[in-house]
Nanobody
Framework: QVQLVESGGGLVQAGGSLRLSCAAS????????MGWYRQAPGKQRDWVAT???????SYSDSVKGRFTIARDNGANTVHLQMNSLKPEDTAVYYC???????WGQGTQVTVSS
């Protein structure tokens, strides 16, 4: 079955950077659309970024220019590089295999002011 395991979350000061990873099994990330989403406390889960099977990327307006989604096909992993982090980026970040509708367990990102 498809499994997604996120890692790389943590506590960082505003202006800092983190790199999240999503290790996939049971699915090949290079031929599937993969996405990152986030959910802040008391709020709905929101889309953050997508990389399509063709390699095209797209971002929510709130992270455009600061976050970068990328695939490592050899490691079958999808990364989310997050720069210039803000306190409002604090959330649990989830990886998703979009066409399969499968979610990872999430990784906490906390940005202190």
């Amino acid at each position: 079955q498809v499994q997604l395991v996120e890692s790389g979350g943590g506590l960082v000061q505003a202006g800092g950077s983190l790199r999240l990873s999503c290790a996939a099994s049971g699915i090949t990330v290079s031929v599937n659309a993969m996405g990152w989403y986030r959910q802040a406390p008391g709020k709905q889960r929101d889309w953050v970024a997508t990389v399509t099977s063709a390699g095209s990327t797209s971002y929510s307006d709130s992270v455009k220019g600061r976050f970068t989604i990328a695939r490592d096909n050899g490691a079958n992993t999808v990364h989310l590089q997050m720069n210039s982090l803000k306190p409002e980026d604090t959330a649990v970040y989830y990886c998703r295999a979009i066409s399969r509708g499968v979610w990872g367990q999430g990784t906490q990102v906390t940005v202190s002011s």
